[in-house]
């Protein structure tokens, strides 16, 4: 069913890598949001406007520094991702090893058959505590986008480049 009107905050999809191998041709990808009553993708945006003494204004853009919390995020046995975090968390990384893909699907721009807009992009995914109250135990995480974006497809799991 096309989307039309107002998107629903659930037709913008945010999956992770669960490989964390960003030289891995097949991606198993593991859609962020089911504990979460919000996900925001902050641009971080690094600017500067000053004025000269003409009384003229230069606005200066210097790029994005992106990121993302997911809190909380519960642990599952048998899921890839907390497996992954879990790692991370146990061997102290802060290599490489915490980087993967991020991918963000247009839910809305596309349909199952032809597959969705989606860009794909580096990031690290970086637990930022481990604990939790007695609703279970919790990893939330930061993503930090890193590198350039890439335009393609998402279709039954897989991002195609283009």
């Not at 960003?22 to 859609?31: D, I, K």
């Not at 279970?136 to 335009?151: A, C, D, E, L, R």
Request: proline share 4%; glycine share 10%; with cysteine.
């Amino acid at each position: 069913m096309p989307v039309t009107g107002k998107i629903a905050r659930k037709y913008m999809a945010h999956y992770l890598g669960t490989a964390f191998d960003t030289t891995a041709a097949e991606q198993n990808y593991y859609r962020i949001g089911a504990d979460l009553e919000e996900y925001n993708v902050e641009m971080n945006p690094d600017t500067e406007s000053r004025k000269n003494i003409l009384g003229e204004t230069a606005f200066v853009h210097n790029g994005y520094e992106v990121s993302g919390e997911a809190d909380p995020f519960y642990a599952v046995v048998g899921d890839p991702l907390f497996e992954k975090l879990q790692n991370i968390i146990d061997t102290q990384a802060t290599d490489d090893s915490c980087k993967t893909y991020a991918v963000e699907v247009h839910l809305w721009d596309g349909t199952e058959s032809t597959g969705f807009a989606a860009t794909r992009q580096e990031c690290y995914v970086v637990p930022t505590s481990y604990g939790g109250d007695t609703s279970g135990y919790q990893i939330p995480f930061t993503v930090t986008y890193v590198g350039t974006k890439v335009s393609g497809t998402f279709k039954s799991g897989t991002f195609t480049a283009g």
